[in-house]
């Protein structure tokens, strides 16, 4: 049961093939229940499926603070069909993630997200096409005022890949309010949105509601966005985008209903 609960298995490709999808299909476990419903308990929600808790790979009571994540993880539940896909439960994936592992050492991943903040992608601009330069402006310029005023860190702009290191003042000041957040969904949460769209800025966006996720993924895929509007979509690249904005939008509708 723990590869079902647990964090994806990198081993079973996130786009199939006609190929495959056979072999895919035959790791997945059967559906053993016919029921979810969500439960009451003392300190949140929990999922039972006939009746039953649910419980992460480390054995701990799959929790959820507020009954919206918890019926987000029913939801997840009661869409599977023949066999379980835990491709298709990014909410159920997360939340186990919080309980089993980001709970136990909240500090390292408080870390990490302040550390995408000295390469956030919103920095690091192109010096052409025009058509792209004025995007990039257009989308993250806003959203780079909005961290100064709002979050007192005065980001650093610069043209090219080549790393440039942010003032110490704006990491400490950044890093203020990541380390603020006492609550390990949330905390997973944002790490997730950090890790997908490469800018620690914008998940914080997301988590005061600066932005929603459908905006927020836009942004932060404004070069893509671009090239495919200059030469055309590449559809191995749109469908693995499809898959990571499936567990985007779990990420994103869970630190709207914990704001």
């Given at each position: 049961m723990s590869d079902i609960l647990g964090d994806r298995d990198e081993s079973i490709p996130d786009v199939t093939t006609r190929v495959a999808e056979p072999s895919r299909q035959s790791q997945l476990p059967k559906r053993f229940y016919k029921s979810v419903s969500v439960s009451e308990i003392e300190n949140g929600f929990t999922l039972e499926l006939d009746g039953r808790s649910v419980r992460t790979p480390g054995r701990s009571l799959v929790a959820a603070p507020v009954r919206a994540v918890a019926e987000m993880l029913a939801a997840e539940w009661d869409a599977q069909k023949d066999r379980i896909d835990p491709m298709t439960m990014p909410a159920t994936r997360l939340i186990n993630t919080s309980i089993d592992g980001v709970a136990t050492d909240m500090q390292a991943v408080k870390e990490d997200i302040i550390r995408y903040s000295g390469s956030d992608l919103l920095c690091y601009r192109a010096a052409s096409p025009r058509g792209l330069v004025a995007l990039q402006r257009q989308?993250?310029?806003?959203?780079?005022?909005?961290?100064?005023?709002?979050?007192?860190?005065?980001?650093?702009?610069?043209?090219?890949?080549?790393?440039?290191?942010?003032?110490?003042?704006?990491?400490?000041?950044?890093?203020?309010?990541?380390?603020?957040?006492?609550?390990?969904?949330?905390?997973?949460?944002?790490?997730?949105?950090?890790?997908?769209?490469?800018?620690?800025?914008?998940?914080?966006?997301?988590?005061?509601?600066?932005?929603?996720?459908?905006?927020?993924?836009?942004?932060?895929?404004?070069?893509?966005?671009?090239?495919?509007?200059?030469?055309?979509?590449?559809?191995?690249?749109?469908?693995?985008?499809?898959?990571?904005?499936?567990?985007m939008k779990a990420a994103s509708d869970i630190l709207a209903v914990l704001a």
């Open positions: 989308h993250w310029d806003p959203l780079i005022d909005w961290a100064q005023m709002t979050l007192g860190a005065h980001f650093t702009l610069v043209e090219g890949v080549i790393h440039c290191e942010q003032p110490p003042e704006t990491i400490a000041a950044f890093g203020a309010h990541v380390g603020m957040i006492d609550d390990p969904l949330k905390l997973s949460a944002l790490h997730v949105v950090t890790t997908l769209t490469g800018s620690a800025v914008l998940a914080v966006a997301v988590l005061r509601g600066e932005q929603d996720g459908e905006s927020a993924w836009k942004i932060a895929h404004v070069d893509e966005e671009w090239q495919a509007s200059q030469w055309g979509e590449d559809a191995e690249a749109t469908a693995a985008r499809a898959v990571k904005f499936r567990d």
